[in-house]
């Protein structure tokens, strides 16, 4: 059964470690991240851009396809089904269709409508036991469409959108979607500092997990934060994973251009970073 984020994210806060939020975008994805997050007992956020939400043929197919690995697969960790980046249309949408944890990403909008629909979501959100996800300052770069200035959070405001009861918050602190530019200035500790010391118990979000070094994101998880979010980086080994396979000819070889054999090196590669990423987050074994 799906779970809220709330419970599992509280305790990686108190317990100093990380929950990684790995993003899916079809069944093999979801298969990998579920399989890896039950072999090495951790708890797990499944997150869906509404970009990939449509891709795999609106929410209600999503959680159908996600509760059915849930049983068939006898998962037996902490799940939640999280709509990633969502415009308030987009988290209605999911709450009606049976997602357990929501974004809602105002961060582009003026403060004050930031605050609004956050509010409106909060009460929504905790009338169901879900657990939502506001954003603070933005995120660089751009993911599945939803591009963002890469604007420092303003502590004062994030204690505010934390005052409304949201359970989580992401907060721009130099995080950048996609690749890392060459002359990356690196996370902001200071502002991180500064945004914890506002919020106190309340899991802070990082987003843009793909390429921070480990010591940055061991730091991070020292200042507060508790929720890790992975995308481009499963992207990358998928990619090239399949890329070797049919360089190599293998997909030529007898029954290699069978799609199950096809996708099951990138399928794979997934289930290996995912691996790597829950153990340096800490969240192996605290499920
Ligand atoms: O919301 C999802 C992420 O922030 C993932 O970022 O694609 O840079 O890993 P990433
Ligand atoms: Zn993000």
Redesign the pocket.
Do not use: F, R, W, Y
């Given at each position: 059964m799906l779970v809220s984020a709330k419970e599992m994210l509280n305790k990686a806060k108190a317990g100093h470690y990380g929950v990684g939020?790995f993003?899916i975008n079809n069944l093999e994805w979801t298969k990998a991240v579920l399989q890896t997050a039950n072999e090495q007992r951790s708890p797990v956020i499944l997150?869906v851009?509404e970009g990939a939400g449509k891709y795999m043929c609106g929410y209600k197919t999503v959680t159908n396809m996600v509760n059915g690995m849930l049983d068939e697969l006898n998962i037996s960790v902490p799940v939640a089904l999280h709509l990633?980046?969502g415009s308030y249309e987009g988290a209605k949408a999911c709450i009606a269709a049976g997602f357990s944890s929501i974004?809602f990403d105002g961060s582009h909008l003026p403060f004050d409508e930031n605050i609004e629909k956050t509010k409106e979501l909060v009460e929504i959100c905790r009338g169901k036991g879900l657990s939502l996800e506001a954003e603070v300052g933005a995120?660089g770069?751009e993911?599945d469409g939803?591009v963002g200035t890469g604007e420092f959070a303003d502590p004062e405001e994030c204690k505010k959108i934390a005052d409304l009861g949201v359970t989580m918050l992401?907060a721009g602190i130099g995080?950048?979607?996609?690749?890392y530019p060459e002359n990356w200035q690196g996370l902001n500790f200071d502002v991180l500092a500064k945004i914890q010391e506002k919020t106190g118990d309340m899991p802070l979000v990082?987003?843009?997990?793909?390429?921070i070094p480990d010591e940055m994101v061991r730091k991070a998880i020292d200042l507060g934060v508790a929720k890790i979010?992975?995308?481009?980086?499963?992207?990358l080994v998928f990619a090239e994973a399949t890329r070797k396979y049919i360089e190599a000819g293998k997909d030529l070889e007898g029954k290699g251009f069978d799609p199950r054999k096809l996708l099951a090196p990138g399928t794979q590669a997934i289930k290996d970073i995912v691996k790597v990423k829950m153990d340096l987050f800490g969240s192996t074994g605290k499920a």
């Open positions: 939020q993003n997150g851009s990633d980046h974004m995120i770069g993911e939803v992401a995080n950048i979607h996609g690749k990082l987003h843009g997990g793909t390429g979010n992975v995308n481009t980086e499963c992207q």
